[in-house]
């Protein structure tokens, strides 16, 4: 088992089965370089709080949101092992871009996101953890998700 594993698996998670993509014509990560491209990610969750359908701030609470963001991290790892074979490979965290299906008015999509936030910080550390990012706000996201998480990493050399 990789450091990274172990790291999560002593923060009490593991990480699920990596989502399988419903059409060959996409995967959950593409290698360009030193840099891993992961696709949106938010289907097939499960964990404490974890909702797999509805609109943040009417159905979903934003706790909920959150644990679901952290939920959307772990499955963006399992396939990042699947596409490296190893977790150790990553060396950092680039670039996270959130979506938080919405209900009307509500706006405290960062709050939502930084269950992912939050969870790559803690797990790849202060320096290698920290990255840019964006949350927005949907109207809708595929098949009523509440969560959807891309995101780019780098490889380590």
Do not use: W
Not at 30 to 53: N, T
Not at 90 to 102: A, D, E, S, W
Not at 138 to 143: F, I, K, Q, S
């Amino acid at each position: 088992m990789s450091m990274i594993e172990d790291k999560i698996k002593s923060m009490g998670y593991s990480l699920p089965e990596p989502f399988k993509f419903p059409n060959p014509n996409r995967t959950g990560c593409v290698v360009v370089g030193s840099i891993v491209y992961a696709s949106g990610h938010g289907r097939d969750l499960s964990g404490p709080k974890v909702k797999a359908k509805g609109k943040v701030g009417s159905e979903v609470t934003v706790e909920e949101g959150y644990a679901t963001a952290r939920a959307v991290a772990l499955s963006m790892l399992a396939s990042l092992k699947q596409e490296l074979g190893d977790l150790d490979r990553v060396k950092r965290v680039i670039r996270l871009y959130g979506m938080v299906n919405v209900a009307p008015g509500f706006d405290r999509m960062p709050e939502v996101i930084d269950g992912a936030s939050d969870f790559f910080y803690e797990v790849f550390g202060a320096t290698f953890g920290k990255h840019a990012r964006t949350a927005v706000g949907m109207a809708e996201l595929p098949h009523g998700i509440p969560v959807e998480i891309n995101g780019e990493f780098e490889l380590k050399s």
